[in-house]
T-cell receptor
Framework: NAGVTQTPKFQVLKTGQSMTLQCAQD?????MSWYRQDPGMGLRLIHY???????DQGEVPNGYNVSRSTTEDFPLRLLSAAPSQTSVYFC???????????FGSGTRLTVV | TQLLEQSPQFLSIQEGENLTVYCNSS?????LQWYRQEPGEGPVLLVT?????EVKKLKRLTFQFGDARKDSSLHITAAQPGDTGLYLC??????????FGQGTRLTINP
């Protein structure tokens, strides 16, 4: 049982480049979210989804896009990378019962 | 905007001591979740408390949800070096969106 799988684990981008962070879960969870974690600021919600075809913005959505065409996948797209997007990104999923989230192991992104 | 204040941010104590971590907010949450995070890994769920006044125990860890569902605490009894890590509280609101506290970095010295 893989849980939540994130790829890649590490990535270095140049300012202005675009990329997609992949996230897949095999638990048939309805809810999926993307967070970024920065020192001293905890985890902040970027985008979330309550089911296939439904997404909404979180606390810090600017510069990021998401889509959810299937229950399993929830990719996060950086449109034009900026140094301020240097962070650790986590994808998480949860069932409808609200029992808590399962997190992936994260993607460490550096924008130079 | 939902805010969750977690304290203390850093805590270093000796093995065998007791400690309490607090999460406070002016907002009401549908549940309060506690996670533990190891370096290089994602947070791992420890417990979810849902009902105001609820108390849950996980071995030496005791979690409490405030009566008004605005605050929570984590109490560790007889701390051990294996308890060392980053502890995060998270309040759930709306469609299971989470707002996280800043985290408590706990170090237990042998």
């Amino acid at each position: 049982n893989a849980g939540v799988t994130q790829t890649p684990k590490f990535q270095v981008l140049k300012t202005g480049q675009s990329m997609t962070l992949q996230c897949a879960q095999d638990m048939n969870h309805e809810y999926m979210s993307w967070y970024r974690q920065d020192p001293g600021m905890g985890l902040r919600l970027i985008h979330y989804s309550v089911g296939a075809g439904i997404t909404d913005q979180g606390e810090v959505p600017n510069g990021y896009n998401v889509s959810r065409s299937t229950t399993e996948d929830f990719p996060l797209r950086l449109l034009s990378a900026a140094p301020s997007q240097t962070s650790v990104y986590f994808c998480a999923s949860s069932g409808r019962g609200g029992g808590g989230y399962t997190f992936g192991s994260g993607t460490r992104l550096t924008v130079v | 905007t939902q805010l969750l204040e977690q304290s203390p941010q850093f805590l270093s104590i000796q093995e065998g001591e007791n400690l309490t971590v607090y999460c406070n907010s002016s907002s009401v949450f549908s549940s309060l979740q506690w996670y533990r995070q190891e370096p290089g890994e994602g947070p791992v769920l420890l417990v979810t408390v849902v009902t105001g006044g609820e108390v849950k125990k996980l071995k030496r860890l005791t979690f409490q949800f405030g009566d008004a569902r605005k605050d929570s605490s984590l109490h560790i009894t007889a701390a051990q070096p294996g308890d060392t890590g980053l502890y995060l509280c998270a309040g759930a609101y709306g469609a299971q969106k989470l707002v996280f506290g800043q985290g408590t970095r706990l170090t237990i010295n042998p």
